[in-house]
């Protein structure tokens, strides 16, 4: 959501429906360089590449300038942008003002057509709010949202010192394999099986990406049982040429473990290994996002070398049912 607890201007904003987020790039530039994070989250960005999102602008235009082109014009340059898209099992949606067109009513405005367009393609959007600010916290308040979610972003102070990373016995680490796909996504969603978008994978997803001539199977570590070839657990990790921190940074995405197996220690060795190998590749800092009330994780996430730096919060629809 947008910083943004002003009336609606007198000429009142109009938004259009765009295909894809190419005309916004100056919009989220300028969004992340004020607010030091980026305004749309890569599974957003992925979305909108893709064609499965649903995105819409916002210009604002005095009424003196009503006719040189109108509003949706290529000459009116974009004030804001919002984007919704299914993830997982529900609609969810980003939006952001640029900084010189905040606490204008346009972020009021961009969000409740993103609301009615995201409606009209499926289901009312849960809103993120990232670095929590509190024009966002009012917004949502006022549009009868409520705070439902919070994701803490956390991050190393530079390239951390790590312990060894001691795997239980009778376990290897390694590479990713192209045919390790049925049973990464098994394992991935019963462990997220609680998880309203990391749940629910499918494996033709998981094919496709290993698939590709460009994937790196180093990035993605597999615990395997020697015994019997078992996957047992993932580190999911990804590299960040661009970061908002001018950084080059490495994430932890995805940590998944099998519930029904007992390896004491293999979640903490799967991340060891994975950091370690971001490192090596030239990560100057790590980051992940975790759960708020994850409290059997972040114990293990601080002893590493992560400290808490930023929070996300998830504002649900009116009247939703709380997961």
Do not use: C
């Not at 987020?21 to 992925?46: K, M, N, R």
């Not at 346009?106 to 509190?134: C, K, M, Q, Y």
């Not at 996430?301 to 009247?319: I, L, Q």
């Amino acid at each position: 959501m947008t910083h943004t607890n002003a009336p609606t201007p007198a000429a009142a904003p109009r938004t259009i429906t765009l295909t894809s987020l190419d005309a916004a790039q100056e919009v989220l530039a300028a969004a992340t360089q004020a607010d030091g994070i980026a305004p749309i989250s890569d599974g957003f960005l992925e979305a909108a590449a893709d064609g499965s999102a649903v995105i819409l602008g916002i210009v604002d235009v005095p009424s003196d300038t009503a006719t040189a082109g109108g509003p949706d014009s290529p000459d009116v340059p974009l004030a804001g942008v919002g984007v919704a898209a299914l993830q997982g099992e529900r609609w969810a949606a980003e939006a952001v003002v640029t900084p010189e067109h905040r606490r204008r009513g346009l972020g009021r405005a961009l969000v409740a057509a993103l609301t009615e367009a995201a409606r009209a393609s499926g289901g009312d959007p849960w809103f993120w709010s990232h670095g929590d600010h509190p024009a966002a916290s009012h917004l949502a308040e006022e549009s009868g949202r409520r705070r439902a979610r919070e994701l803490l972003q956390l991050t190393t102070d530079g390239a951390p010192t790590l312990p060894a990373a001691t795997v239980p016995d009778g376990v290897v680490l390694r590479d990713v394999r192209p045919d390790d796909a049925d049973a990464w996504a098994a394992v991935n969603n019963a462990a997220f099986s609680w998880h309203p978008e990391q749940g629910g994978q499918d494996p033709a997803d998981y094919r496709r990406r290993t698939g590709e001539n460009d994937f790196d199977p180093r990035t993605v570590v597999i615990a395997e049982r020697t015994d019997d070839g078992r996957v047992l657990g993932f580190h999911e990790t990804k590299r960040h040429a661009e970061h908002p921190s001018g950084l080059a940074m490495g994430e932890v995405h995805v940590i998944g473990v099998d519930p029904e197996v007992h390896a004491r220690g293999l979640g903490r060795a799967l991340l060891v290994e994975g950091m370690a190998r971001m490192i090596a590749d030239g990560a100057e800092a790590i980051e992940l996002y975790v759960e708020s009330d994850n409290e059997k994780a972040l114990p293990l996430y601080r002893d590493v070398g992560f400290s808490r730096t930023v929070v996300h919060v998830s504002y649900e629809p009116p009247e939703s049912p709380h997961d």
